[in-house]
């Protein structure tokens, strides 16, 4: 993939996020308006257990992410992904079934229905990790599009029409869409590389050879996973379902950020497959960095819409404002050092240092607790463990050196952003925070505003062209 590539596939991407942005928006704020606290508590625990489902298929997936990595499509030939498709179906069909009966016996509805899932999630997440490794991202974009267009279509029906109030209907409807969407998705890929029709076929082997590739992948992905949900299960654990509710409402709200994010983090993993010089990795870095102070402004318009729209959740301000500042950390650790780490093969290095952070995260978590008994204190858990991770990965890549001004930069960002969140209202700190953006980047990063300013004069030349 050349830079121009790389740059498509962002574009297709964030084409896509924007249309699922307002699917989200309205998901996001529906819930929350029009049901009640015990009934979107249960809908956020159900979201809670099904991030965990990815662990069920035991690193097959990431597997296959690895190994069809950086190829394309059309080099793949259509028995291998059939195989590949059919053995993963017959396997996660095995452990849906044990999850079922497990979460049957535990008597957790919420539970039950998320094992129910487990099938056709892993399977969907199959589909987007073929093809975010194959660099096929309008399809890739395509998928999420569905997803969160038809969960939101079910969301306003159960609203709008049904009127109801009954988390277990919301529950059926994702679980059948899941499915709706596995057979829709099978049948396209079918269609496109000219499979035999449906027949179930398992292979051993590549069960072993994806499972034992891309165990340590998982098993970080896992540890990414519980660390950027473990909060909500201290929150859940320790303080009930109320503040549970108001602090997965803040999360989902953090979850906007994907937006932007996504077409990113997507990207640079099928590219830095193809390219590793270390003078593009460390320019691409400082634009993920100027990128990530700015994409966190997005908690001011969500401050506003509390202020105005959602009084019931204004206590959850504070904890959105930390979870966003924790996004400046993260999103230069997802989209540079996890996809560096997953293109030079060193899943172990990944793995390690995530072990350490999941650890430092726990006792962050019971320190601050310990320190403050309020929702807020896990939040403060999640920045500082954000900030310590990013530290770590800086370890493994000491070819890519910082200098002070991007710590400066990365530090000051964080402080003003915080300042301007808690001590004014939303549309003052916005344009306060803007403007000291704007004065430290030409400060610190020269060159990234000019990479920009050039890239803008040659869309808006493109477009008079037109």
Same mark, same amino acid.
């Not at 489902?53 to 992410?65: I, P, Q, R, S, T």
């Not at 490794?133 to 395509?142: D, I, L, M, Q, V």
């Not at 059948?176 to 292979?203: G, M, N, P, T, W």
């Not at 540890?223 to 299960?233: I, K, N």
């Given at each position: 993939?050349?830079?121009?590539?790389?740059?498509?596939?962002?574009?297709?991407?964030?084409?896509?996020?924007?249309?699922?942005?307002?699917?989200?928006?309205?998901?996001?704020?529906?819930?929350?308006?029009?049901?009640?606290?015990?009934?979107? $508590?249960?809908?956020?625990?159900?979201?809670?257990?099904?991030?965990?489902?990815?662990?069920?298929?035991?690193?097959?997936?990431?597997?296959?992410?690895?190994?069809?990595?950086?190829?394309?499509?059309?080099? %793949?030939?259509?028995?291998?992904?059939?195989?590949?498709? $059919?053995?993963?179906?017959?396997?996660?069909?095995?452990?849906?079934?044990?999850?079922?009966?497990? =979460?049957?016996?535990?008597?957790?509805?919420?539970?039950?229905?998320?094992?129910?899932?487990?099938?056709?999630?892993?399977?969907?997440?199959?589909?987007?990790?073929?093809?975010? +490794?194959?660099?096929?991202?309008?399809?890739?974009?395509?998928?999420?599009?569905?997803?969160?267009?038809?969960?939101?279509?079910?969301?306003?029906?159960?609203?709008?029409?049904?009127?109801?109030?009954?988390?277990?209907?919301?529950?059926?409807?994702?679980?059948?869409?899941?499915?709706?969407?596995?057979?829709?998705?099978?049948?396209?890929?079918?269609?496109?590389?000219?499979? $035999?029709?449906? /027949?179930? /076929?398992?292979?051993?082997?590549?069960?072993?050879?994806?499972?034992?590739?891309?165990?340590?992948?998982?098993?970080?992905?896992?540890?990414?996973?519980?660390?950027?949900?473990?909060?909500?299960?201290?929150?859940?654990?320790?303080?009930?379902?109320?503040?549970?509710?108001?602090?997965?409402?803040?999360?989902?709200?953090?979850?906007?950020?994907?937006?932007?994010?996504?077409? %990113?983090?997507?990207?640079?993993?099928?590219?830095?497959?193809?390219?590793?010089?270390?003078?593009? %990795?460390?320019?691409? /870095?400082?634009?993920?960095?100027?990128?990530?102070?700015?994409?966190?402004?997005?908690?001011?318009?969500?401050?506003?819409?509390?202020?105005?729209?959602?009084?019931?959740?204004?206590? $959850?301000?504070?904890?959105?404002?930390?979870?966003?500042?924790?996004?400046?950390?993260?999103?230069?650790?997802?989209?540079?050092?996890?996809?560096?780490?997953?293109?030079?093969?060193?899943?172990?290095?990944?793995?390690?240092?995530?072990?350490?952070?999941?650890?430092?995260?726990?006792?962050?978590?019971?320190?601050?607790?310990?320190?403050?008994?309020?929702?807020?204190?896990? =939040?403060?858990?999640?920045?500082?463990?954000?900030?310590?991770?990013?530290?770590?990965?800086?370890?493994?890549?000491?070819?890519?050196?910082?200098?002070?001004?991007?710590?400066?930069?990365?530090?000051?960002?964080?402080?003003?952003?915080?300042?301007?969140?808690?001590?004014?209202?939303?549309?003052?700190?916005?344009?306060?925070?803007? =403007?000291?953006?704007?004065?430290?980047?030409?400060?610190?990063?020269?060159?990234?505003?000019?990479?920009?300013? +050039? =890239?803008?004069?040659?869309?808006?030349?493109?477009?008079?062209?037109?």
């Amino acid at each position: 993939m050349s830079i121009n590539g790389l740059k498509r596939g962002m574009l297709q991407i964030l084409i896509a996020n924007i249309l699922n942005m307002f699917f989200s928006i309205g998901t996001n704020f529906l819930l929350p308006k029009f049901l009640s606290i015990e009934s979107y $508590s249960q809908i956020k625990t159900f979201q809670l257990y099904i991030t965990y489902a990815a662990v069920l298929h035991f690193g097959y997936n990431d597997g296959m992410y690895l190994k069809f990595g950086g190829k394309s499509i059309e080099a %793949i030939p259509s028995e291998e992904i059939q195989t590949s498709i $059919s053995t993963l179906r017959i396997f996660q069909f095995f452990i849906t079934v044990c999850t079922t009966v497990f =979460a049957f016996f535990v008597r957790d509805k919420a539970l039950w229905m998320a094992a129910m899932a487990t099938l056709p999630l892993n399977l969907i997440a199959y589909f987007k990790n073929f093809y975010q +490794a194959t660099g096929e991202f309008k399809k890739y974009s395509r998928i999420m599009n569905m997803t969160t267009g038809l969960t939101f279509l079910i969301n306003l029906c159960l609203i709008a029409v049904v009127r109801t109030d009954n988390y277990l209907l919301y529950l059926i409807g994702y679980v059948v869409l899941d499915f709706a969407l596995c057979f829709i998705l099978e049948y396209s890929l079918r269609k496109a590389k000219h499979f $035999s029709s449906f /027949r179930l /076929r398992f292979s051993w082997k590549e069960l072993k050879d994806n499972i034992s590739s891309g165990i340590l992948l998982l098993l970080g992905n896992f540890s990414s996973q519980l660390l950027t949900s473990m909060d909500r299960w201290f929150v859940k654990i320790l303080l009930g379902s109320f503040s549970f509710a108001q602090y997965a409402f803040a999360v989902s709200m953090e979850n906007f950020l994907n937006v932007a994010i996504t077409p %990113i983090s997507v990207t640079m993993y099928n590219y830095f497959c193809r390219h590793d010089a270390v003078d593009d %990795i460390a320019r691409i /870095r400082e634009w993920i960095i100027a990128f990530a102070s700015v994409i966190i402004m997005a908690a001011f318009p969500v401050k506003f819409i509390l202020e105005i729209f959602l009084t019931q959740y204004l206590d $959850s301000i504070n904890i959105i404002f930390l979870l966003f500042a924790a996004q400046a950390f993260y999103v230069i650790i997802k989209s540079v050092y996890v996809n560096l780490y997953k293109a030079r093969k060193i899943q172990s290095k990944y793995f390690s240092k995530l072990c350490i952070i999941v650890v430092v995260a726990f006792v962050f978590n019971v320190v601050c607790y310990g320190i403050y008994h309020v929702k807020e204190s896990f =939040a403060v858990g999640t920045l500082l463990s954000s900030i310590v991770w990013f530290f770590l990965c800086n370890m493994d890549f000491k070819e890519i050196p910082y200098s002070p001004r991007h710590y400066v930069y990365i530090f000051a960002e964080v402080i003003v952003f915080l300042f301007c969140g808690a001590f004014f209202p939303a549309i003052t700190g916005c344009l306060i925070y803007a =403007a000291a953006t704007l004065v430290m980047m030409v400060l610190f990063l020269p060159k990234s505003v000019n990479a920009f300013w +050039a =890239a803008g004069k040659s869309i808006l030349s493109k477009y008079k062209r037109l």
